[in-house]
């Protein structure tokens, strides 16, 4: 199993980023995708997950105005677009696949910068 992500980002404020996540060596629609990512200095902050089969997405309360969740079963890729960007936007973003219990496989982070 395998979770790639693309690579870092920089940006100004008030834009938007959309980063990657290439999943390989299990069937895609079989488990969701979760987002979290990680701003420097703090711990790991969860921001919602997509079911890849049927495309429904949840949202932690904090993001649900600024980010979509997509998921493209032909490429079998996740996507998290984040806009309205500002400086404490500014992480590591992880994509992480959940099963039944636990996250069991990370991507290897995508750092995202927010500076004008």
């Known amino acids: 199993v395998q979770l790639v992500q693309s690579g870092a980002e920089l940006r100004n404020p008030g834009a938007s980023v959309k980063v990657s996540c290439k999943a390989s060596g299990y069937t895609f629609t079989s488990y969701y995708i979760a987002w979290v990512r990680q701003a420097p200095g703090q711990g790991l902050e969860w921001m919602g997950r997509?079911?890849?089969?049927?495309?429904?997405?949840k949202y932690a309360h904090k993001f649900q105005d600024r980010v979509t969740f997509t998921a493209d079963t032909s490429t079998n890729t996740a996507y998290v677009e984040l806009s309205s960007l500002r400086s404490e936007d500014t992480a590591v973003y992880y994509c992480?696949?959940?099963?039944?219990?636990?996250?069991?496989?990370w991507g290897q982070g995508t750092q995202v910068t927010v500076s004008s």
């Open positions: 997509i079911d890849p089969e049927h495309g429904g997405a």
């Open positions: 992480t696949r959940k099963n039944e219990t636990a996250y069991d496989y």
